[in-house]
DNA sequence: AAATAAAGGACTAATTAGGTCGTATATATG
DNA sequence: CATATATACGACCTAATTAGTCCTTTATTT
């Protein structure tokens, strides 16, 4: 129920080593997923994902790779995970989907209240707090 | 990554529904099932987790059913989960089943706080704060 | 005895997570 | 300019987990 995924657990590992790297030189997907003994194609995608929404930056050709493109102290966890696994995401009931009786339904406000608490721990969170190796 | 599982879901539902019907009146599974539409063989696999943990009390029989046998309130959310979804389900890596670099991992111990926060969080949110019905 | 309700094991279906493959595109460098 | 190397991205497959079903047993009331 409540269990990081593989995805989400690969890029905080490329994003640990890119800051150990520095935050000028690239790194590349084939550097990371061998010393750390991660499924190419699979960090290779995650990575994409993360530039696409401009957390790190990507340099084509022999001798590119990622680098950083947004200071991790200013990024949320919330939504580096959302990056990730997509919208919603968080702790919810499947009232979304297709329940028919949200109206009827006494847990479902306390249950968002959870959701939120959760939420706002994740909030208060940076990337940097994960992934800094100081 | 995080969202109720409907064994959950249907167990919230339940307890809220037995707390609706008095401490001392016994409400069968058959009962909740149809009025909240849950199917009913998976809602009586988990009222039976719920009696085995003793959160439950069953009576056998034509007008049998379940009651209350412990105060809500003196029940931990990361009990209840763990009754329905087993030991572990909180938030970790997968350090416990296949990982083979735990010592040189630079984003466990980040992780790992991260997880006593959410344990520590639903430690102070007590099943009656999610069922009560006042 | 018959009906009713929980207990529990075995099994199937659905959904999600994890991983692979093939191809396109950009670029540094000899 | 050819080649090697790197990201981009869609299609696809597989493994694992969740959700749901079925069937038999046991206890208890009427
Ligand atoms: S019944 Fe309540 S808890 Fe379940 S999906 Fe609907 S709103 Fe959410
Ligand atoms: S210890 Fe590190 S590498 Fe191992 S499973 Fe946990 S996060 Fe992944």
């Known amino acids: 129920m409540l269990k990081i995924t593989r995805k989400v657990e690969y890029a905080l590992i490329a994003l640990s080593q890119m800051q150990l790297n520095g935050d000028e030189s690239l790194t590349s997907v084939k550097e990371i997923s061998q010393q750390n003994d991660i499924p190419y194609e699979l960090l290779a995608k995650t990575m994409q994902l993360l530039a696409k929404a401009e957390i790190v930056e990507a340099v084509k050709g022999p001798q590119g790779g990622y680098r950083l493109k947004k200071d991790p102290t200013d990024i949320k966890m919330t939504t ?15 009232f979304d989907s297709n329940c028919h009786q949200i109206r009827s339904c006494s847990i479902r406000t306390p249950i968002q209240r959870i959701n939120d608490s959760i939420r706002n721990m994740f909030n208060n969170i940076s990337l940097n707090d994960i992934t800094r190796t100081t």
Chains 1, 2 share one sequence.
């Open 80 to 94: 580096f995970f959302e990056i990730i696994e997509g919208p919603m995401g968080f702790m919810d009931c499947s």
